[in-house]
């Protein structure tokens, strides 16, 4: 089941057949192309963290738990990428990832020109990309190829057959 980022967020989060918060955010480790964790939260208590090896299943309703959250760490960022076309000009703003709930691995990036165009439900996805590490644009994602969300999903069809 593909789920995304931004889908996640407020859904409840299960330990030991017990409500132990809600998801406030989930954070990517884009360059591992791999859910890194979740920022969870009860009520007006502190925030915690899940990290990704502590996360047993997303599924459509609830996140399962494997063992008890942490304190979160320090340095924790959830920087908004840069997302430019291999052409060197720029495709947009990462705005959100999908992934799969149960392998935690990442599958495409959602990007968007501007918020403007995420209201309107204009953005496009790539399953090729790659962080850059140097140079100036260090952090930012370099694409090879944009589809709509029809074109996504006929991808992820024939993935699945092959």
């Keep these: 089941m593909l789920t995304s980022l931004n889908r996640i967020a407020g859904m409840p989060v299960i330990w030991q057949d ?9 954070i990517a480790d ?10 969870i939260r009860k009520g007006i208590g502190t925030a915690r963290w899940l990290p990704a090896g502590s996360v047993r299943l997303i599924g459509r309703r609830c996140v399962l738990a494997g063992a008890k959250p942490e304190p979160l ?15 060197g000009e720029r495709a947009g703003q990462v705005s959100d990832a999908l992934f799969s709930g149960l392998t935690l691995q990442l599958v495409a ?7 403007v165009y995420a209201l309107l439900g204009r953005c496009a996805y790539t399953v090729s990309y790659r962080v850059i590490h ?18 996504f999903r006929e991808h992820s069809r024939r993935e699945a057959w092959e």
């Design 18 to 26: 017990r409500q132990i918060g809600c998801v406030e955010r989930a």
């Design 30 to 39: 884009t360059s591992a192309r791999r859910l890194r964790g979740l920022v």
């Design 73 to 87: 760490p320090d340095g924790l960022t959830d920087v908004m990428m840069q997302a430019y076309l291999t052409t």
């Design 109 to 115: 990036l959602e990007i968007t020109p501007g918020p």
């Design 134 to 151: 140097a140079g100036k644009r260090a952090g930012q994602a370099m694409v090879s190829e944009l589809m709509t969300w029809a074109e």
